[in-house]
């Protein structure tokens, strides 16, 4: 666990920041933080967007009494995707942008599934009933 976040909060801001620096240097300063922003406020557009369909949509299950798994996962990518999109980088924003297409996210549902599905058949996940 400790080396996930160590990887996660101490190499992948270092790799952001070393192509960030060889990008800079090939295009130039203003031109990389130009599709940086750019990048950033697309994003945000496409998560809002996104965010309120799947909102319409959980309601809508919701109503007719069905549980909004499917909604909620959708939900809970779109979000991660406008919170890697926030980190300054190409990789955060590759792999933010591609959690807001819903082609793309129903690759990261499919796999989060998966992952869960494991974690409970190996028992390292219960669910509890009351």
Do not use: C, H
């Amino acid at each position: 666990m400790f080396l996930r976040l160590f990887l996660l909060f101490t190499l992948i801001p270092l790799i952001e920041l070393y192509i960030l620096i060889k990008v800079g240097g090939l295009i130039g300063a203003l031109n990389t933080i130009l599709i940086i922003v750019i990048t950033g406020v697309t994003g945000a557009y496409l998560a809002r967007s996104q965010g309120f369909k799947v909102i319409k949509r959980i309601n809508q299950s919701v109503e007719q009494g069905r549980t909004p798994a499917q909604e909620l996962l959708e939900g809970l990518f779109i979000l991660i995707g406008g919170f890697t999109l926030l980190t300054p980088g190409f990789i955060t924003d590759i792999l933010g942008l591609t959690m807001l297409f819903p082609w793309t996210r129903s690759l990261y549902i499919k796999i989060g599934v998966k992952l869960i599905q494991n974690k409970i058949n190996t028992g390292q996940w219960f669910i509890r009933r009351y």
